[in-house]
């Protein structure tokens, strides 16, 4: 069992940052790649970021590519979202999730487990 806690949502104007965070606890940490999804309202939930487990290798959705970063840290158990420029529409829910596979990151069904998710709201 892995339990994964986001912090750092709130509510901010359009071109402003935030950055979230997850702590994770449990099973080993480094074992996990993990990943950044979000679901706003009256969507599915979707892909924002994913991270290797040696924090080697990260991908990003089209639409938050080049505003989102995404970071580990195996030594402290958490794994961060950086996200600058926001936009009206990056208001969602954020849920970070850790998958015990490699491939196939963009898809929640490949995650294992799951945050509670933190909101994100944007200002225009």
């Known amino acids: 069992q892995v339990n994964l806690v986001e912090s750092g949502g709130g509510l901010v104007q359009a071109g402003g940052s935030l950055r979230l965070s997850c702590a994770a606890s449990?099973?080993?940490?480094?074992?996990?790649?993990m990943g950044w999804f979000r679901q706003g309202p009256g969507k599915e939930r979707e892909f924002v970021a994913s991270?290797?487990?040696?924090?080697?290798?990260?991908n990003y959705a089209t639409s938050v590519k080049g505003r989102f970063t995404i970071s580990r840290d195996n030594a402290k158990n958490t794994v961060d979202l950086q996200m600058n420029s926001l936009k009206p529409e990056d208001t969602a829910v954020y849920y970070c999730?850790?998958?015990?596979?490699?491939?196939?990151?963009?898809?929640?069904?490949?995650?294992?487990?799951w945050g509670q998710g933190t909101q994100v709201t944007v200002s225009s």
């Open positions: 449990g099973r080993t940490f480094s074992n996990y790649a």
């Open positions: 999730a850790a998958s015990s596979r490699s491939l196939g990151l963009t898809m929640p069904a490949w995650y294992d487990y």
């Open positions: 991270i290797t487990w040696n924090g080697g290798s990260s």
